[in-house]
């Protein structure tokens, strides 16, 4: 049986990340990147998919990869309305609501939108695989004090659902059988409950909840927040970047690069250790009440993501959580590896690909 060769794609806010798997193995891979004066003279993240479509079609053609041997094209998912995880066609209503940005702007949008072009053109089919927006939550999960406020899931979706599924094969289990505790650690962090293939619980990893991460501020005191906000020395999209961008290890140190966080203690930064412990504390709460979450039936937890080869923040999670269950690192994020994985499930017939209108 022929490899199934699958063109990946996943722009990011200044770059377009490219790559030709023959079933699991990369033969091509490269990084295209955007300058701001490229970007500034179009209006709308849409407006940029026919200036990123060329360059991909480009650097393709650069490489000698035959266009036409393509045998399926996916694009990181973007802000669509709330789904439940797995690998979606990219139909007309997939591909409007990216264009349209659904639930927010963002680069990821054109993913899928340059996935369903590019196909269309090849005379096959497009998909999409475990976008930010999965929202499994337990009903329950999504209640505050507040009743107009309800909590969502904004996750790193398709890395926590790789990686649990990729446990899951190394113990000859299926990801629907157990319950896991995964921890994406990156720029932004998400620590989540995985009940039977679902994320029941999981705090908002881009707007305000759960732990602090290299540059956002994750869960603060209501109170002194609205007072910040009132206080006329902020504009409101001043705020908002101090909230994502400009928050966590950011706000306490002037950078969002671990390394350097890991040098600064070894040099003998006091206030760099004690904000690190600090960020360590905060993960362990979360992986707390997700145990909690789970009724304390917790099978692993994972750690994934960037921060998941710092060894301090590792350790740092064992000694408080190795309790609850034990401990797997899956350090970094193959978000191009995970894509590919996620269509050729379907491929194969080990999963059924999911209705966006259901």
Wanted: glycine share 10%.
């Amino acid at each position: 049986m022929a490899k199934t060769r699958s063109l990946i794609i996943n722009p990011g806010s200044t770059s377009t990340k490219i790559a030709v798997f023959h079933e699991t193995e990369v033969v091509f891979v490269k990084t295209l990147r955007h300058s701001a004066e490229e970007l500034a003279q179009y209006d709308t993240i849409a407006d940029q998919k026919g200036f990123r479509k060329d360059i991909i079609m480009e650097a393709l053609q650069d490489n000698d990869i035959a266009i036409d041997k393509i045998d399926v094209c996916v694009g990181r998912g973007g802000f669509l309305k709330p789904i439940v995880g797995g690998t979606y066609e990219v139909t007309d209503d997939v591909y409007n609501d990216l264009l349209i940005g659904r639930t927010g702007q963002h680069a990821s949008n054109l993913g899928g939108v340059l996935a369903r072009e590019i196909a269309d053109e090849l005379g096959k089919k497009a998909y999409i695989v475990d976008p930010v927006v999965v929202d499994e939550l337990m009903p329950i999960a999504r209640v505050t004090g507040i009743p107009e406020i309800e909590r969502r899931s904004i996750v790193h979706a398709l890395n926590h659902k790789a990686v649990g599924k990729r446990y899951a094969e190394s113990v000859g289990r299926e990801y629907n059988e157990l319950n896991l505790i995964i921890c994406h650690l990156g720029g932004g962090v998400s620590v989540a409950a995985h009940q039977n293939g679902k994320m029941i619980e999981v705090p908002d990893a881009l707007d305000g909840d759960g732990a602090f991460s290299p540059e956002r501020t994750g869960r603060i005191p209501v109170g002194p927040l609205v007072e910040l906000c009132f206080s006329g020395k902020y504009t409101k999209e001043e705020i908002k970047k101090m909230l994502v961008g400009k928050g966590g290890f950011v706000a306490h140190l002037g950078t969002n690069n671990m390394i350097e966080v890991d040098d600064r203690i070894e040099a003998g930064d006091e206030k760099a250790k004690f904000i690190m412990n600090a960020f360590v504390f905060q993960l362990a709460k979360d992986i707390g009440a997700a145990a909690t979450a789970l009724y304390g039936d917790v099978n692993q937890i994972i750690i994934t993501g960037g921060i998941a080869y710092d060894p301090y923040v590792v350790e740092g999670l064992k000694q408080r959580c190795s309790w609850i269950a034990p401990i797997t690192i899956y350090p970094g994020e193959d978000e191009l590896k995970a894509l590919t994985e996620g269509v050729l499930r379907v491929i194969n017939g080990k999963e059924e690909p999911m209705n966006y209108n259901a």
